[in-house]
């Protein structure tokens, strides 16, 4: 018998297409994967990113060659970090012979935390993302995003109750489009430095005690949350467009209060 390797295979998705009709993002989506990632403290984390990797399709070519993503996925390399993952997203657009294309990289993202009295550390995951697009005759563009959750407590509240104040979780989420690096752990800080409290993944009855008080000395409307973590965003030049929003968990609603604020440099 004729070994398989000496068997002529056509390649039916690099033949002509004759519709005239490039295709903007072709490619994989959905795909889980184990990834290696290097923190800001140079430590390797483990997670799994749920990825997507697309490129744009000329009009005459019938279609790309969908195994190339995962090849590309499957090459021996170190730790992802901001550098490396671009370098695997202009390796992505040479390999399928590409001048414009996506890649999204999702996924949790742990950091030990030490409680604020006792020191205790426990881990808390963030979900992040990171996106590497290309236009065609355009530079990348790299956007990472981060959700953060925190503690709100309510102005109104506070001044208007002889005692105690309502207060929740809170999620905000940061998306900033990078001129430079810019680590995970910075937006994550930005945003927890700016709420009323961050929160722990454990905390003993002295750490509870100082969160509690914290937030109270410290109350934030959404919008107060919104607003000043754009103002430490908009002062980093590192950063070319950014936005913020805030989504809190009401404590005294069966409703969440929001709020959104983006911008950029022209």
């Known amino acids: 018998m004729n070994a398989p390797e000496k068997f002529f295979l056509p390649d039916v998705q690099a033949g002509r297409d004759h519709r ?3 295709i903007q993002h072709v490619g994989v989506r959905g795909l889980r994967y184990p990834l290696s990632l290097r923190g800001a403290d140079g ?6 990113a749920m990825v997507e990797m697309t490129v744009g399709l ?8 969908m195994s190339r993503f995962v ?33 999204v990289l999702a996924f949790p993202y742990f950091m030990r935390k030490a409680a604020p009295v ?11 993302s990171y996106v590497f697009e290309k236009l065609a005759g355009a530079p990348v563009a790299v956007s990472l995003s981060v959700v953060a959750p925190v503690t709100s407590l309510c102005p109104c509240s506070k001044k208007i109750s002889d005692y105690g104040a309502h207060n929740q979780r809170s999620s905000i989420t940061v998306t900033a489009r990078l001129l430079a690096p810019v680590a995970i752990e910075e937006l994550v800080r930005m945003a927890e430095e700016e709420a009323s409290c961050e929160v722990f993944g454990l905390l003993k009855r002295p750490d509870e005690k100082w969160v509690t008080e914290r937030a109270y000395d410290n109350p934030k409307f959404v919008e107060d949350l919104v607003r000043d973590v754009a103002l430490r965003l908009a002062q980093d030049e590192r950063i070319e467009r950014w936005s913020v929003a805030s989504e809190n968990f009401e404590s005294i609603h069966n409703h969440s209060a929001y709020a959104l604020i983006e911008d950029g440099r022209a």
């Open 20 to 22: 005239a009709l490039a």
């Open 43 to 48: 430590t390797i984390r483990h997670t799994v």
């Open 58 to 65: 000329a009009h005459d070519v019938k279609g790309t060659h």
């Open 71 to 103: 090849e590309l996925l499957e090459a021996e390399r170190d730790a992802l970090d901001f550098v490396t993952m671009g370098e695997m997203f202009m390796e992505m657009l040479e390999r399928l012979e590409s001048d414009s294309g996506r890649m």
């Open 118 to 128: 006792s020191g205790v550390e426990s881990r808390l995951d963030f979900d992040v």
